[in-house]
């Protein structure tokens, strides 16, 4: 996270409406001013004192609010229930904007794509793009419009460079239909679940169009399997430990006593990786750092965002020292 500083700040809630179905947005002013470009997202801390990331929407010009959509997830960890039970008038700690996903301006032409909440990293550079005049098609895939937050708006101010995916209206993304329009020398940003942003690289590679055009930021929410529960063991720690459907593998380590470097918490940076010695049970790999080829050896997963899935329960899945 290079030229991040962290810069912790008060905030008030000076607004909060929904966005769409279980989307909240949340309108903080905050007591400092500074500028967030576009891809940047805010570290709010939760009542819990634990850390959650989110993205930033949209900024006001003088730096001094921000807007923030939340999902509402069933499998929460306390981040976003934290948020979604703010109201007008609560004092909130977050961090000044950080970057991890930084909009390159200049590229001959560029393709966004959001899927889900990931529309909430994808706005901001919208909006850039337009203003700018560049040359840009913007996706939003959802798999309903109930679903999506910020559609209308989003639809006033893109018009028709604005396509809209709709998985229950049978015009779902065909992903290499997607890929395969994209010129070579595009630049093509996404947020979105797993899956999708899985589909979009393999095409990307089988196209061979150049790697550093794709960038990406991902959440470590989605993954093939429903979140279930599994143990963990690390016999070299003498450590067992149970990881609920809401709970990451990193935290059940981490409260049992191992010691396990991380960063992100998103499943981007590989750092919080992981020797796996036996697994009874199926890795549900939710990261952005391992190759294809890495994920079908699964001798190794990233502990922030990865877990066990397999029929009926019981699974377990066994470490070496981390």
Known sequence: MADNKIIWQRGRV?????????IAKILIATEQSHRAAPGTHVDVRIDSGEVRSYSIV?????GHSV????????????????????RPGDEIELTAPLQNFPLRIGAPRYVLLAGGIGITAMAAMAAVLRRLGA?????????SRRAMA?????????????????????TGLDVPALVGSVDGDAEFYMCGPIRLMDAVRRAWVERGLPGPNLRYETFG??????????TVSVPGLGI????GPGDSLLDALER???????????????????????????????????????????DKLCACVSRVAGAGGGTTLTLAVP
Not at 67 to 86: D, E
């Open 14 to 22: 000076a607004g909060v409406e929904p966005a769409a179905d279980g």
């Open 58 to 62: 949209s900024a006001a010009a003088d």
């Open 67 to 86: 807007t923030l959509g939340v999902h509402l997830s069933p499998t929460s960890r306390g981040g976003s229930k934290f948020m979604h039970a703010l």
């Open 135 to 143: 040359e840009y098609t913007f996706v939003y895939v959802g798999r």
């Open 150 to 170: 910020f559609l209308p708006e989003l639809l006033a101010l893109h018009g028709e460079r604005l396509t809209v995916r709709v998985d229950d209206e049978g």
């Open 221 to 230: 929410n989605s993954g093939w399997f429903e979140a279930e529960e599994f």
């Open 240 to 243: 067992e430990a149970v990881v």
């Open 256 to 298: 049992a006593g191992a010691d396990v470097m991380f960063d992100c918490r998103k499943g981007e940076c590989g750092l919080c990786q992981v020797d796996v010695v036996d697994v009874d049970g199926t890795i549900d790999h939710r990261d952005v750092f391992f190759s294809e080829q890495e994920k079908r050896r699964s």
